[in-house]
């Protein structure tokens, strides 16, 4: 009886090993419409959306604000650090305190960069604080 759960079992295990590494590789599996994007890491400045338009820094953050991450240093990942220089990403957390906690400062995120509208997404998997400063308000390109 033993025996024959085992084998199943541990062909699942290898199975599931599998497809989680092609995922975390960034593979497309056959038949999506949407390539999957490898993982990359990024330094940015992290500041409320509202301080887009703001002419003075944005000191208070709603619980409910988006954020974005400016002035983009790519650290490694497959993005051009020329072309990320100028854009402003807007920021995908299922937990934004951390973000409220790094309002206008610099920090190191890991993540996936998606296409959107107006401006691209970026899902965070880890955020950070990190040394560096950030300019009051954004620069927007």
Do not use: W
Not at 3 to 30: D, F, H, M, N, W
Not at 60 to 86: P, R, Y
Not at 109 to 116: D, S
């Amino acid at each position: 009886m033993l025996k024959s759960l085992l084998v199943p079992c541990l062909i699942g295990a290898l199975l599931g090993a599998g497809l989680t590494a092609r995922v975390a590789a960034g593979v497309q599996e056959s038949g999506g419409s949407q390539p999957a994007t490898a993982v990359v890491h990024i330094e940015g400045c992290v500041f409320p959306e509202s301080a887009l338009t703001a002419t003075a820094p944005v000191v208070s953050v709603a619980t409910a604000q988006a954020f974005v991450l400016t002035d983009i240093k790519v650290i490694a990942g497959d993005i051009d650090d020329e072309d990320a220089a100028g854009i402003i990403y807007t920021v995908k957390t299922t937990d934004p305190a951390p973000l409220r906690s790094l309002n206008q400062k610099r920090a190191g995120v890991t993540g996936r960069v998606t296409a959107g509208t107006p401006r691209p997404s970026f899902d965070i998997v880890s955020i950070r604080e990190i040394s560096g400063s950030c300019p009051p308000v954004p620069r927007v390109p």
